[in-house]
């Protein structure tokens, strides 16, 4: 017979003596293989024991007695039940909690890969078409009294939209649709288009309540390719059911945008007509979903941090690369290259519908499948395979994961214990709390994507943000300039989050904006910059102000800034220069990806560390002035090892300051300063002294040096490395100079950077980061007649 695990349970009377009983039963574990458990209390002894037992239970039950009598156990032992298995006996109340379990983990994988993917393709919305509107009638088009040889009819209520009926007809046939006033509602069904505009100088013709009109070829061609044959399609265009002529009007109906899209059947996200380019490409990306499945698991698992998820997902789930021969990326490549992927509009048009779907001539796709393969694809290039032609939609990716960031915010994904409860469920962690999406942010987000108007840098994202965007200063008007725009949206962000951290942002200006105010920037050429309160230093526990409260006031005519803070130090050196992104360069020439080595990555920036490096020893020079040595001028000792010096793997004693500046202390607040620390010795080591290292020490610091390369581009990116008169080491904008004054404005985060003007007025120029004075030191730093003052910014 073979061996079986067995539980024995014995029962001992306090009928004799028992002051020995636990010093027999540690006896037992000596001369026995028995695994055992046992527990005093005033009745007697409950022993546990364990093993395979050879034979019959009841023989194996008296072998146990029979060894505890051998090693003089008094009293009476009493065999009172055993179990012949392999598990202790489950309560009933122990079996009720795993059941309940167990309907959980199966109702939540209903809801997640079953509920939500019906409703995100529309499922829900086509059963409700076939079934309750067929009973319950539209509210129809509102036909009024038509003002005749107008095209609009005025627009008089308060949620009063037009929408245009498409005519049915062939392909061949010319396009017809009229205009009809209708009041939103749950019974107002129509569909809503999102589309580029694409270029005005080429016009088609169509004929729209009885006038002949000219429309941009895009939109041309999305009516041509949505027309149904025998069917009328009822349709909500921007360009054509908003009256473009009439600013009055226009801002009034982006008022309700919010409303139009959320309240649409669905919306048809129109990337274009299909051409030899992009052949295959919605066949493709089926097959391609279906492929990259593993990697959804992988991510799924990963983002999700359940227990040893992250160890059992590198050996279990793998993906094999898809062989290039069988499968062509081209049209997927060319179909994400198209402009609709690169306007301001489609940000909301593509976050605020529950569903939505892609359509390229007469294809079409679910929208949340796209973003589900565009992800994936992201995956597989950073861990499985080189995607041929990836750079070429880098800009596409990073448009798709600001879409998918803001929609799931806006759409969370349902849980049944909510999202508080199921993450500390399976990981043990407290839920972290998350903020919404800030409209700051998606300004910041969205700077390079394109808009007709200059106005809709801000405007376009009203209907993205969950915050509450109904103050007049916020108003979408057309009226007034670009300029106004601008300005009233950082008063606002101001007085609204009681923050200065729209000051951190800067951009170049165009001559006919340079006399306005330093501290409203051009939002339609902001500066590709990582702001200093942003990811990926929001955990930094930075502040320059030291919890001073914000005192700001605006001039009667809201061009000048009156801001109390304290002057701190004078900017001494300023390099020259400037972070290089070599991917980009790479992108613009469409260059092969393979050409973009690590080695090349690394390189191209080695001369402004270079002169960092340079200018920190100065400074430190400066400042540690008759305090002992400084740095030794080495970053990394040299070690002889089988008779060939190389460069030591830890950074030389006094240089740990320098890579605390150069990556902007990128540990603090971070749970992984050592990881960091490795990373970032790794890439200054790689990138210094690259050259005297053998190739197998090179191969094993890539992966960590080009982590690192994240955290100094966050850091360096249009900023330029510099020094003070004190002897400070800083990241300042690249627009600073010589001369210009580091300040700490009260209320904010990080300090600043402001060229004087005389008669106490001052330019903003922007925030730096400074070593030193990131925790309120520079309060203490200036000197008394620079403390508690009031700037004037104009």
């Known amino acids: 017979m073979s061996d079986t695990?067995?539980?024995?349970?014995?029962?001992?009377?306090?009928?004799?003596?028992?002051?020995?009983?636990?010093?027999?039963?540690?006896?037992?574990?000596?001369?026995?293989?028995?695994?055992?458990?046992?527990?005093?209390?005033?009745?007697?002894?409950?022993?546990?024991?364990?093993?395979?037992?050879?034979?019959?239970?009841?023989?194996?039950?008296?072998?146990?007695?029979?060894?505890?009598?051998?090693?003089?156990?008094?009293?009476?032992?009493?065999?009172?039940?055993?179990?012949?298995?392999?598990?202790?006996?489950?309560?009933?109340?122990?079996?009720?909690?795993?059941?309940l379990v167990g309907v959980l983990a199966w109702g939540q994988v209903c809801i997640s890969y079953v509920y939500e993917p019906l409703r995100d393709n529309g499922a829900?919305?086509?059963?409700?078409?076939?079934?309750?509107?067929?009973?319950?009638?539209?509210?129809?088009?509102?036909?009024?009294?038509?003002?005749?040889?107008?095209?609009?009819?005025?627009?008089?209520?308060?949620?009063?939209?037009?929408?245009?009926?498409?005519?049915?007809?062939?392909?061949?046939?010319?396009?017809?649709?009229?205009?009809?006033?209708?009041?939103?509602?749950?019974?107002?069904?129509?569909?809503?288009?999102?589309?580029?505009?694409?270029?005005?100088?080429?016009?088609?013709?169509?004929?729209?309540?009885?006038?002949?009109?000219?429309?941009?070829?895009?939109?041309?061609?999305?009516?041509?390719?949505?027309?149904?044959?025998?069917?009328?399609?009822?349709?909500?265009?921007?360009?054509?059911?908003?009256?473009?002529?009439?600013?009055?009007?226009?801002?009034?109906?982006i008022r309700l945008m919010h409303e139009i899209y959320s309240q649409a059947q669905e919306v048809l996200?129109?990337?274009?007509?299909?051409?030899?380019?992009?052949?295959?490409?919605?066949?493709?990306?089926?097959?391609?979903?279906?492929?990259?499945?593993?990697?959804?698991?992988?991510?799924?698992?990963?983002?999700?941090?359940?227990?040893?998820?992250?160890?059992?997902?590198?050996?279990?789930?793998?993906?094999?690369?898809?062989?290039?021969?069988?499968?062509?990326?081209?049209?997927?490549?060319?179909?994400?290259?198209?402009?609709?992927?690169?306007?301001?509009?489609?940000?909301?048009?593509?976050?605020?519908?529950?569903?939505?779907?892609?359509?390229?001539g007469g294809q079409s796709i679910a929208w949340a499948k796209?973003?589900?393969?565009?992800?994936?694809?992201?995956?597989?290039?950073?861990?499985?395979?080189?995607?041929?032609?990836?750079?070429?939609?880098?800009?596409?990716?990073?448009?798709?994961?600001?879409?998918?960031?803001?929609?799931?915010?806006?759409?969370?994904?349902?849980?049944?214990?909510?999202?508080?409860?199921?993450?500390?469920?399976?990981?043990?962690?407290?839920?972290?709390?998350?903020?919404?999406?800030?409209?700051?942010d998606l300004i910041l987000m969205s700077r390079k994507y394109k808009c007709t108007h200059p106005h809709d840098k801000i405007f376009g994202m009203l209907g993205v943000t969950a915050e509450d965007t109904s103050s007049k200063f916020l108003e979408p008007n057309y009226e007034i300039s670009e300029f106004d725009a601008y300005r009233n949206f950082v008063l606002w962000e101001i007085r609204h989050n009681k923050s200065l951290r729209v000051l951190g942002t800067s951009s170049q200006k165009s001559?006919?904006?340079?006399?306005?105010?330093?501290?409203?920037?051009?939002?339609?050429?902001?500066?590709?910059?990582?702001?200093?309160?942003?990811?990926?230093?929001?955990?930094?526990?930075?502040?320059?102000?030291?919890?001073?409260?914000?005192?700001?006031?605006?001039?009667?005519?809201?061009?000048?800034?009156?801001?109390?803070?304290?002057?701190?130090?004078?900017?001494?050196t300023v390099g020259k220069k400037s972070f290089t992104d070599r991917s980009t360069r790479l992108s613009k020439r469409q260059r092969s990806d393979e050409q973009l080595s690590v080695y090349d990555q690394l390189q191209v920036n080695r001369g402004m560390i270079e002169e960092a490096r340079d200018i920190w020893l100065e400074a430190t020079k400066g400042l540690a002035r008759g305090l002992g040595p400084g740095p030794g001028d080495r970053i990394f000792d040299t070690n002889v090892i089988d008779g060939r010096p190389l460069p030591d793997r830890s950074i030389s004693p006094g240089w740990e300051p320098f890579l605390r500046v150069l990556f902007g202390d990128a540990s603090v607040g971070s749970k992984s300063s050592m990881f960091i620390k490795e990373i970032t010795t790794s890439f200054l080591r790689l990138t210094l002294v690259e050259d005297q290292l053998p190739e197998e020490y090179t191969k094993s610091e890539e992966v960590f040096a080009i982590k690192a390369l994240g955290y100094f581009a966050a850091i360096a990116r249009s900023r330029r490395f510099a020094r003070t008169d004190m002897g400070l080491a800083a990241y300042v904008p690249m627009r600073a100079r010589r001369g210009d004054l580091v300040v700490v404005l009260y209320g904010s985060k990080v300090p600043f950077v402001v060229r004087e003007k005389g008669d106490g007025r001052y330019c903003l120029v922007g925030e730096c980061y400074m070593d030193g004075i990131m925790r309120g030191e520079g309060i203490r730093f200036a000197e008394y007649e620079n403390r508690d003052i009031e700037l004037t910014l104009v």
């Not at 002894?45 to 364990?50: D, S």
């Not at 107002?188 to 088609?204: I, M, N, P, Q, V």
């Not at 990337?271 to 052949?279: A, E, I, M, P, Y």
């Not at 301001?344 to 529950?354: D, F, G, L, N, S």
């Open 5 to 99: 695990k067995r539980w024995i349970h014995v029962f001992l009377h306090k009928k004799n003596n028992t002051s020995n009983t636990e010093a027999n039963l540690l006896k037992l574990r000596e001369v026995s293989d028995w695994s055992w458990y046992y527990e005093l209390h005033e009745g007697g002894c409950v022993l546990q024991m364990k093993a395979r037992i050879p034979g019959a239970i009841d023989d194996s039950l008296v072998d146990a007695v029979k060894l505890l009598r051998k090693l003089g156990a008094s009293g009476e032992w009493i065999l009172s039940h055993h179990v012949n298995n392999t598990r202790r006996p489950i309560s009933t109340a122990g079996r009720t909690v795993w059941i």
């Open 124 to 253: 829900f919305t086509n059963l409700a078409q076939s079934t309750i509107f067929r009973v319950i009638p539209a509210k129809l088009a509102r036909p009024a009294g038509r003002v005749q040889d107008k095209m609009y009819q005025p627009i008089t209520g308060d949620r009063e939209i037009r929408l245009l009926i498409l005519e049915p007809g062939a392909r061949e046939d010319v396009l017809e649709c009229e205009l009809v006033n209708a009041e939103l509602s749950w019974r107002t069904r129509f569909e809503a288009l999102s589309y580029a505009w694409g270029d005005d100088t080429t016009k088609h013709e169509l004929k729209c309540s009885g006038h002949n009109i000219g429309v941009m070829a895009n939109l041309h061609d999305a009516l041509l390719d949505l027309r149904l044959p025998t069917q009328r399609r009822v349709l909500w265009i921007d360009a054509l059911c908003i009256n473009q002529a009439d600013n009055d009007e226009k801002s009034k109906q």
């Open 370 to 440: 796209v973003l589900r393969i565009v992800d994936a694809i992201r995956y597989y290039q950073s861990s499985v395979k080189r995607v041929p032609g990836y750079h070429l939609i880098y800009e596409t990716i990073s448009s798709v994961d600001l879409m998918r960031s803001a929609r799931d915010n806006r759409h969370p994904k349902i849980y049944i214990l909510g999202q508080r409860w199921y993450r500390p469920l399976l990981t043990g962690r407290p839920m972290e709390e998350q903020e919404d999406s800030k409209l700051l």
């Open 511 to 572: 001559s006919r904006q340079r006399t306005s105010p330093s501290w409203v920037p051009d939002f339609n050429r902001l500066d590709s910059i990582t702001g200093l309160t942003g990811s990926p230093f929001r955990g930094s526990e930075v502040d320059a102000s030291a919890g001073m409260p914000m005192e700001v006031r605006e001039s009667n005519d809201s061009t000048t800034l009156h801001i109390r803070g304290c002057i701190v130090d004078t900017i001494h």
């Open 269 to 360: 996200i129109y990337l274009g007509r299909s051409d030899v380019s992009v052949h295959g490409a919605i066949e493709s990306m089926r097959w391609l979903d279906w492929k990259l499945m593993p990697l959804y698991v992988r991510q799924f698992l990963l983002s999700s941090n359940i227990g040893m998820a992250s160890f059992f997902v590198e050996r279990w789930v793998k993906m094999k690369p898809i062989n290039h021969q069988d499968f062509s990326w081209d049209p997927i490549i060319n179909l994400l290259r198209r402009p609709w992927f690169q306007r301001t509009w489609v940000i909301q048009e593509a976050v605020i519908p529950k569903h939505a779907k892609v359509i390229c």
